[in-house]
């Protein structure tokens, strides 16, 4: 799908709500401004988020060959290379979480993502042999082929990818919603492929209720309901992107540590935190360790995550929560 910052559509309920939506990054978006300053209209509101999401997309997008990660993915140079802020800012916070959850969360994992077929609608579902998988993952992991600095980006291996799908969506959110802060927008929802930040109040004057899908591919239920100010907030599933061989179903979400699917029975994690760019990244790398190491994790660093797990007799779903997010659920 195209990237497009512009040809957003927008309607204004009242005095008081502003509503737009449109296509970014590959996705859609969708933005609700509440009580905006009286000078603020929809014109200024549109050209926020036009700044913000040519910035992101200009940086961070792997669809367009001319962006800021897409050049330094085509470079041969292992030398260091100069990067922009909000590059610096994805980048380190990618390395953070990477090292935080040992190795779960991983930019470079896209070798073993194509290798599994999971690449493109092109791609072909395969289950590869396991000396593919060991040259796959030496092309795969920051310790192997990546060097990030406070302002630089420097490859261990010069055809080291980079792709920031699971933290890049967030990232666009948080900084939607810096440009809306500078024109005095306090009270907002930003979502963009399902990675939000609730800013403020909503349109009662209370915290955004935030529904959480059922991770059901036959089904678009709501499994729970958050109040959230203040917040990002992110979701991870792995129940509709999958091809099955000889009986077995074979996940998308690709555990950078063995090179293989995931094969718990955590069918999804959702977290909250102080920025939609780390509930994204978190919940790639929760998801990707399942319940019971990924809880475990969450209570000794204080992140707010809950699990939901496919029950054993296929019934339904049982989710668990670590005490932060409990915390913030009730505050």
């Not at 296509?23 to 509101?45: K, N």
């Not at 990660?69 to 909000?86: G, M, V």
């Not at 493109?120 to 395969?126: E, L, T």
């Amino acid at each position: 799908m195209p990237l497009c910052a512009v040809g957003l559509s927008a309607c204004k309920l009242g005095d008081e709500i502003l509503k737009f939506s449109g296509l970014t990054m590959g996705t859609t978006f969708s933005l609700t401004v509440v009580d905006a300053p009286r000078a603020v209209g929809e014109a200024e509101v549109q050209n926020a988020v036009n700044t913000a999401l040519a910035t992101v997309n200009k940086q961070m997008s792997n669809w367009d060959e001319t962006s800021e990660i897409s050049r330094f993915n085509a470079s041969k140079s292992t030398d260091e290379q100069q990067i922009s802020p909000e590059l610096a800012e994805v980048m380190t916070a990618a390395e953070q979480v990477h090292i935080a959850s040992g190795g779960s969360f991983d930019t470079t994992v896209g070798p073993l993502i194509e290798l599994w077929g999971f690449g493109g609608d092109d791609s072909k579902h395969n289950v590869p042999s396991a000396q593919d998988i060991q040259m796959a993952a030496q092309r795969s992991g920051h310790g192997n082929t990546l060097r990030v600095g406070s302002a630089a980006l420097q490859k261990k291996q010069d055809d080291v990818n980079v792709y920031l799908s699971a933290i890049g969506k967030g990232f666009g959110a948080d900084l939607i919603g810096r440009e809306l802060e500078k024109i005095g927008v306090k009270n907002y929802l930003i979502e963009i492929g399902g990675d939000l930040y609730a800013a403020g109040y909503n349109a009662e004057g209370s915290a955004w209720q935030i529904g959480i899908e059922t991770p059901d591919a036959n089904t678009r239920g709501l499994l729970d309901r958050v109040s959230v100010a203040n917040l990002g907030m992110a979701s991870s599933g792995d129940y509709r992107n999958f091809f099955e061989v000889d009986g077995t179903e074979y996940s998308h979400l690709i555990d950078p540590r063995t090179g293989h699917p995931v094969t718990h029975t955590t069918k999804s994690a959702t977290v909250l935190a102080e920025s939609a760019m780390l509930a994204d990244a978190w919940a790639t790398a929760l998801h990707v360790m399942g319940q019971e190491e990924g809880l475990a994790l969450a209570e000794r660093e204080g992140i707010a995550v809950l699990f939901t797990q496919a029950d054993v007799n296929g019934a339904g779903f049982t989710t668990t929560e670590s005490a932060r997010f409990t915390a913030l659920r009730s505050a």
